[in-house]
């Protein structure tokens, strides 16, 4: 997600290797839903209630559920389609007006009326607040939201920008009752008023509990009486201990390799029925070159750190197998992919390869080089993965690399300083586009804060791209993007996550919440007793 203070807590991946996975809750066989309430247990917090303001997993999570937006994305899918809107389209040639018909009926789940009204309230509301921590940045390009009527609402654009539906499709889409929210400030009350699926009946440090919204008019159908969220703060064996006990239903968010592989051994005790459930994620993560770096800033020694580095024996070693290698900033699995890092520098490492980009750029005796890593924002396994690295690297006897961990707070300061040459970040992506994977890390004022610019790809490319209102048509600009970035290398990609959820054999529909849209459904789960 692309704050201002932009890498958010990636999930502290977990699973085996692939071939002791389970599934569970396929669609074929599933018994019917009684009804039941369903607990979900998860490490993530949830820092926010309001939408002007959470810009992490877990609020987003809430977003979701409790929101409702205009577009939203279906199971599995990753092009937005209508959801409180009964039809949204670009109504101009360039992508800079967006036209939105609202649902005849929609009300807020304290009864209210949802008119057009709420939805330009809420957009110049998360703008005007612009919070820090908040989602505003996500819409430079929004000039003005005007209402002709009770159901219109036209979104008027500064630049073109055709992923605009699927910006608005996501947590940050979120409407709010005009009626229940203060236009210039935050709701710091725990309580939500929206139109989603489900109503927030309490928000506490431990708990937040989610009946069904019997207002709700949308494209979602709920198969539960309800859900119960239970935080566990980073404390991933109470978490364990939780889905044993069956106190919880579902360990969402949190458990390790070890975790897992503890869970399944007490479950052959009898412990408890627990199966592994996974899906497909679009979660990444590279190591990032400062390109003014007098070490990390020679390309030779970019080049050379990509001929060494070993993605598959990092996943197998430090991971487990819960991620697949990543070639590219586009992973798999989102339009415009294409694999730039694996034909350019191939997936085994080659020492001769490395030395050979070295010597290209005069450079002799082994590299001095220190790899910057932060657990507290990226998991625990962050560090032994970049002490990996820098064995890899050592190995080869071409460098002298060691890696350094540091709080996340002064990882960033000492980033926006200019102190690293090489640090490690992770993405989870806004809305599944390549233009998320792209205009953040590239684009004018990117994120990386790594000094690297291509005039290519900020004057053409991205405005190109994201004028094209077919998102298949970009894809030969964004292959060149990539190829760019490839030969360049501000940037090197290490891995894709997948994503893992341990549930009890009695509950039903994960497989339609782990999906590229990054979508936690509630309403999909269900539960037997």
């Known amino acids: 997600m692309n704050m201002r203070n932009p890498w958010p807590v990636l999930p502290i991946m977990a699973g085996l290797a692939s071939g002791l996975l389970t599934g569970c809750g396929s669609e074929s066989g599933d018994p019917a839903s009684d009804g039941s309430a369903v607990v979900v247990g998860m490490s993530d917090d949830v820092l926010a209630t309001d939408p002007a303001s959470g810009y992490d997993p877990g609020s987003w999570l809430l977003f979701n559920n409790v929101y409702q937006s205009l577009m939203a994305f279906p199971k599995g899918g990753t092009d937005p389609e209508p959801d409180a809107a009964e039809s949204c389209a670009f109504s101009d040639t360039q992508a800079k007006v967006y036209k939105c018909t609202l649902k005849d009926g929609l009300k807020f789940s304290n009864?209210?009326?949802?008119?057009?009204?709420?939805?330009?309230?809420?957009?110049?509301?998360?703008?005007?607040?612009?919070?820090?921590?908040?989602?505003?940045?996500?819409?430079?390009?929004?000039?003005?939201?005007?209402?002709?009527?009770?159901?219109?609402?036209?979104f008027k654009l500064n630049t073109p920008?055709?992923?605009?539906?699927?910006?608005?499709?996501?947590?940050?889409?979120?409407?709010?009752?005009?009626?229940?929210y203060d236009a210039d400030g935050l709701r710091e009350d725990g309580k939500a008023v929206g139109s989603g699926p489900y109503k927030l009946e309490s928000f506490g440090e431990d708990e937040a509990v989610f009946a069904v919204n019997e207002h709700y008019k949308g494209t979602a159908e709920v198969k539960n009486s309800g859900v119960t969220m239970k935080f566990f703060h980073g404390d991933r064996a109470a978490l364990k201990s939780a889905l044993l006990k069956g106190d919880v239903d579902i360990a969402f968010r949190g458990l390790s390799a070890a975790d897992i592989a503890e869970t399944e051994k007490a479950d052959d005790r009898g412990s408890g029925s627990v199966e592994l459930v996974d899906g497909t994620g679009a979660e990444v993560q590279h190591l990032v070159f400062n390109m003014d770096h007098p070490v990390a800033g020679q390309l030779g020694v970019r080049k050379a750190i990509a001929y060494l580095l070993d993605r598959e024996a990092l996943i197998e070693d430090v991971y487990q197998g819960t991620a697949t290698p990543l070639y590219s900033i586009i992973p798999a699995g989102i339009g415009g992919h294409n694999t730039a890092f694996f034909d350019t520098y191939g997936s085994r490492p080659s020492k001769a390869k490395a030395a050979a980009a070295l010597q290209a750029d005069g450079i002799t005796g082994k590299v001095k080089l220190t790899l910057w890593s932060t657990p507290s924002r990226y998991g625990p396994a962050t560090d032994q993965e970049l002490e990996a690295i820098a064995e890899q690297l050592n190995a080869s006897g071409l460098f002298d690399a060691d890696m350094k961990s540091v709080d996340f707070e002064q990882y960033e300061k000492d980033i926006a300083k200019g102190k690293y040459g090489v640090y490690v970040k992770g993405w989870v992506p806004d809305y599944p586009d390549a233009d998320n994977f792209t205009s953040p890390f590239f684009g004018k004022g990117n994120v990386l804060s790594n000094n690297y610019s291509n005039d290519t790809i900020t004057d053409t490319l991205i405005p190109r791209t994201a004028a094209q209102s077919d998102r298949t048509a970009t894809d030969q600009d964004y292959g060149r993007l990539q190829d760019i970035v490839a030969d360049e290398l501000p940037i090197l990609p290490v891995w894709q996550a997948k994503q893992y959820a341990v549930i009890r054999e009695s509950v039903y529909g994960l497989e339609y919440c782990l999906d590229a849209s990054t979508v936690f459904r509630f309403w999909e789960l269900s539960k037997t007793d």
């Open 111 to 154: 009864g209210d009326s949802l008119t057009s009204e709420d939805v330009k309230f809420s957009f110049d509301r998360m703008l005007k607040i612009d919070d820090a921590d908040g989602p505003a940045v996500m819409f430079p390009m929004l000039d003005k939201v005007e209402t002709p009527d009770e159901k219109t609402v036209v």
């Open 161 to 180: 920008d055709a992923t605009f539906p699927s910006k608005i499709a996501s947590g940050a889409g979120a409407i709010v009752d005009h009626r229940q």
